[in-house]
């Protein structure tokens, strides 16, 4: 028989619900096998499939499942091949021609995503080799991290995270095409790439036979984020004073723990006032931040980690920290702490909240009253909320004299120092992609000093009552670096997007008292939002009001406030 096509007959065997689907061409004499599972439609003098070194197909079924490309309700399109035929060049410029929208790929400003189908036979394809692809890329991670010895003390936090995933990438929405995707962090990029360039991996992901879909491999240098959040938790010992005995929450030693045994102490500054709108307000707990990247930083089998639990011999729950969150519980963990070194913390509903105070005047024997507060002259028992400072009342020509709130165990004063606000201006660089910031140097009495636990302490003067800043380091000096609230304050709004931070007066404490009580009277439920005034809205209720000892904030008979 001469060269050429002299004869053509189609075969179709009987149909059998476990056999495979198969036509034959007789052709020159050859019986050449067509799986039209595989939409295997080409020229016949196509190479050898038992030539090709990719892995042998499996059935595939006739409708597609999810796979890994997002399915969105457009035309299916052709696979991006080099087949030739006229059908197949139709359906591909409808594929790249359908205005589907894109948007710029993140970390490459060089691709755009294009949204829309990816064929079925490149997903049937991707999802043949993928697993393979999956088992050479992690072997490939593993050998790339034993050349990282130091990462023993922080290994839980310092996993690496990648992922693979089909995408319809290009220069621009008429040049994209399937392709495969792998996002990984930054600096292990230029190892990927190296990988990628080996013959295992190569003769997957490309094919020259004409026939299997090839693909291009893109590397983005951004890690996936894992979108979980570890809870912070924060307690206070009841071993060194009453919840009874607290006239005020500022100044109180509180814990941290973020679990897995890291823990770090903390000063609890005083509460804020978070406004989201009219009579629509909350109350939190402020503390340093820095306390929650040192808990990612500390190492619990250290020695001397976590010194100051020792002295915890009662913890009570204080609340947890609402911001900042300490992202990725599992992998790299991170948490952004705010430039001006600041947390919140939502306190637990069964803690009575107290008013920002300073004593006047007193005696030792009462938390929160310096034994040197006699000094300033000020009658007993006078007590006020305290206001933030504005920029033009902090020292400018001579320094002012001030009192640090902080029941630090380790001070002969049981919860405040005396000290000067250094009228010298100062700045601290508290992480090197927020360069330095303002902050005042405080600069305590003689024989007291500052002490691990104190951040997050607030300065206050005693006789106006204005609260100048938090405390968020030392030098070698000794001194303290203050971070001015009126500019936290400001700081605050912005990241809690609300319409305004500031101290709470009388008025929001016994709003917010009187709706804890009513909630435990089960008046009203959980679902209730916002902290505006009950006290008209209940028949029946009559209005609180705080005098003298027995006053919301505690009182000597144990109850926690009187109405009449």
């Known amino acids: 028989m001469a060269s050429g096509l002299s004869s053509l007959t189609i075969e179709t065997p009987p149909l059998h619900p ?78 790249a021609h359908n205005g589907a929208r894109s948007v710029p790929m993140p970390g490459r400003e060089d691709l755009q995503i294009v949204r829309r189908d990816i064929d079925y036979t490149c997903n049937a394809r991707f999802r043949e080799i993928a697993p393979t692809m999956q088992l050479l890329l992690h072997r490939s991670l593993q050998k790339w991290t034993l050349g990282f010895p130091s990462v023993k003390a922080k290994s839980k936090r310092t996993q690496m995270t990648m992922s693979l995933r089909l995408m319809v ?81 500022c100044g109180l030693r509180v814990s941290l723990d973020a679990g897995g045994g890291n823990s770090a102490v903390a000063t609890i500054g005083g509460i804020v006032k978070l406004t989201y709108g009219p009579g629509d307000f909350k109350l939190a707990a402020m503390t340093a931040g820095h306390l929650l990247g040192d808990l990612l930083d500390m190492d619990p089998n250290d020695d001397g980690a976590d010194t100051e639990m020792t002295t915890f011999t009662d913890p009570r729950s204080f609340g947890t920290i609402s911001h900042p969150a300490i992202q990725n519980s599992i992998g790299d963990e991170q948490v952004l702490i705010p430039k001006r070194d600041w947390a919140l913390i ?49 020292p400018s020509a001579k320094p002012i ?53 104190d951040s997050g302490s607030w300065v206050v003067n005693p006789i106006s009552l204005e609260v100048y800043g938090h405390l968020v380091a030392t030098d070698v000096t000794g001194d303290g670096y203050i971070i001015p609230l009126h500019a936290v304050l400001d700081e605050m709004k912005a990241a809690m997007e609300v319409q305004e931070v500031s101290l709470p007066g009388t008025a929001d404490l016994l709003d917010a008292a009187l709706l804890q009580d009513l909630r435990k009277a089960r008046v009203l439920d959980d679902g209730d939002s916002g902290y505006v005034s009950m006290a008209s809205a209940i028949p029946g209720k009559e209005t609180c009001h705080a005098e003298g000892s027995g006053s919301m904030w505690g009182d000597d008979d144990g109850d926690d406030y009187n109405c009449w």
């Open 401 to 453: 004299e001030v009192t640090l709130l902080s029941d630090s165990c380790s001070s002969r004063f049981s919860g405040a120092r005396l000290g000067l606000l250094s009228h010298m201006p100062g700045a601290i660089m508290l992480s090197p992609e927020d360069g330095f910031i303002d902050a005042c140097l405080l600069t305590l009495d003689d024989g007291q000093e500052l002490h691990d636990g």
């Open 169 to 249: 990438v290009g220069a621009t929405a008429e040049t994209a095409k399937p392709s495969i995707v792998i996002f990984l962090a930054g600096h292990q990029t230029r190892n990927l790439e190296i990988a990628l360039q080996t013959d295992e991996l190569k003769r997957l992901y490309r094919s020259d036979d004409g026939v299997t879909p090839s693909f291009d491999v893109i590397v983005v240098g951004q890690e996936p984020k894992r979108r979980s959040r570890r809870e912070v938790s924060v307690t206070w010992d009841a071993s060194r004073v009453k919840e009874r005995d607290l006239s005020t929450l």
């Open 346 to 394: 939502d306190i637990d509903p069964l803690i009575r909240i107290r008013p920002n105070l300073i004593p006047k005047t007193g005696s030792a024997g009462r938390v929160g009253v310096p034994t040197k507060s006699a000094s300033l002259g000020l009658p007993l028992d006078n007590w006020a909320c305290m206001t933030a400072a504005p920029p033009d009342s902090f």
């Open 18 to 95: 476990q056999h495979h689907v198969q036509e034959t061409i007789k052709f020159n004499t050859m019986d050449v096998p067509i799986d039209r599972n595989l939409h295997i439609i080409e020229r016949m003098n196509s190479p050898s499939l038992t030539d090709t070194k990719f892995p042998p197909p499996r059935q595939i079924p006739r409708q597609p499942d999810s796979g890994y490309a997002t399915q969105i309700n457009t035309a299916f399109a052709s696979p991006v091949t080099k087949r030739r035929d006229s059908t197949s060049q139709q359906s591909q410029d409808e594929f």
